[in-house]
């Protein structure tokens, strides 16, 4: 038993204390890096949150902004290069740079498999597949159970208590009529994951290829302009010679070092055009952010390709096509099931039943959606007996 002054109960109080004020100081410790956990990020979150009280000095508010840091650098490269997924795209790029210069298609093959947008659009069509279980779960076995307890009191008679039991297992065995609302959804939220996915890896396989060409074209641009500065460096130095010899006047010197200038300062554009197209090409590739350059090789084909297949591969290939001809069939199935709404709602049951129990088919209808499902039920009643009050 606790006594006013006890020293135990002292030390309790002032740790109950202790204990109910730490979270409203926990808010200000926003300054240190939190790690990348749940716990973490929410902590920095209220943290940020306190910073931007209207009460909030200034002074305060700035140093917290120049000291505030969300995690650490050294541990955003831990926990990053943990992740199974950035092992694998690691141990590929090794595998893809180490058999030398990249050509179009393993490009297209690696972009297919690791570009981070892909990958996303995936999760996304992941995420339909798992609501597709929860659309088809109708179709499992429900269980319910209900348990009441009633309590009859009369004025100057005696308490009676019941117990009810209700017990109920049924399972839809199959549906007709107007189609289920959410397994129109569902079809649209496929459909719908599907095309985005195509359309986004149409658009990223594009933009690889083209940087892929626009590159090996470069390439052969920085060959040539370098042939082409050799032999104005051998020009300038030849008028060099001449000038030693007084053959030639200093105005020819002048402009033949002018060339060579004006050659190297285009190399030297170019060259910092290809390393800025070779820096989104493994981007595009989702190639990991430690490599620091890669070797290409190729050149675009001829396209042995007539106008007319090409607009006929175009509208084979197209998912905006094929998104808004489903769009139309889906609504064309719905007119045609606009008919089953004229139907009476019911319910038939049909089977076996007792006092206690039931057994058998039941039909349901609504809005004109018919279900066959099999039920079996129990409910029992008890009285616990008489209390004069």
């Not at 939190?34 to 990020?41: A, E, N, T, V, W």
């Not at 200038?261 to 290809?274: C, G, H, K, T, V």
């Not at 139907?343 to 066959?372: C, F, H, I, P």
């Amino acid at each position: 038993m606790l006594r006013s002054g006890d020293p135990t109960t002292k030390r309790l109080v002032y740790t109950m204390c202790v204990m109910m004020c730490l979270p409203a100081f926990l808010p200000g410790c926003g300054t240190t890096v939190q790690p990348l956990s749940f716990r973490g990020i929410n902590r920095t979150v209220n943290s940020r949150l306190q910073e931007q009280r209207p009460e909030y000095a200034s002074v305060p508010r700035w140093d917290a902004y120049r000291t505030n840091r969300y995690v650490a650098a050294a541990q955003l490269r831990e926990q990053i290069g943990s992740s199974r997924q950035e092992q694998r795209r690691s141990e590929d790029a090794a595998a893809l740079t180490a058999g030398g210069p990249l050509d179009l298609p393993a490009c297209l093959s690696f972009s297919l498999e690791h570009n981070d947008t892909i990958q996303m659009m995936r999760a996304d069509m992941r995420k339909v597949a798992g609501e597709s279980i929860v659309v088809q779960s109708r179709f499992l076995p429900h269980l319910s159970y209900v348990l009441a307890l009633d309590t009859t009191t009369a004025q100057g008679t005696a308490e009676t208590n019941s117990i009810h039991q209700y017990l109920k297992l049924s399972q839809t065995l199959m549906e007709f009529g107007k189609e289920n609302s959410d397994s129109v959804t569902l079809r649209e939220s496929e459909r719908q994951a599907l095309f985005d996915y195509e359309d986004q890896v149409r658009t990223i396989l594009s933009d690889v290829r083209q940087t892929f060409y626009t590159i090996t074209l470069r390439q052969e641009q920085l060959e040539k302009r370098s042939r082409l500065l050799d032999e104005f460096m051998a020009r300038y130095d030849n008028m060099r010679k001449l000038e030693d010899a007084r053959i030639v006047l200093e105005v020819d010197v002048l402009t033949a070092r002018l060339n060579v200038l004006n050659e190297e300062a285009r190399i030297n554009s170019l060259e910092r055009i290809i390393f800025r197209e070779k820096t989104d090409l493994i981007h595009l590739m989702g190639l990991p952010a430690d490599i620091n350059g890669i070797a290409i090789a190729g050149r675009p084909g001829p396209l042995n390709m007539t106008l007319v297949k090409c607009v006929d591969e175009a509208v084979g290939r197209s998912p905006t096509i094929v998104r808004y001809r489903a769009s139309l069939l889906e609504k064309e199935r719905q007119m045609a099931e606009v008919w089953w709404e004229y139907g009476a709602d019911m319910q038939v049951r049909t089977g076996w039943q007792d006092e206690r129990s039931a057994a058998g088919l039941e039909l349901n209808s609504n809005s004109g959606k018919y279900d066959l499902s099999m039920f079996g039920e129990a409910h029992d009643t008890a009285f616990d007996g008489n209390m004069q009050m």
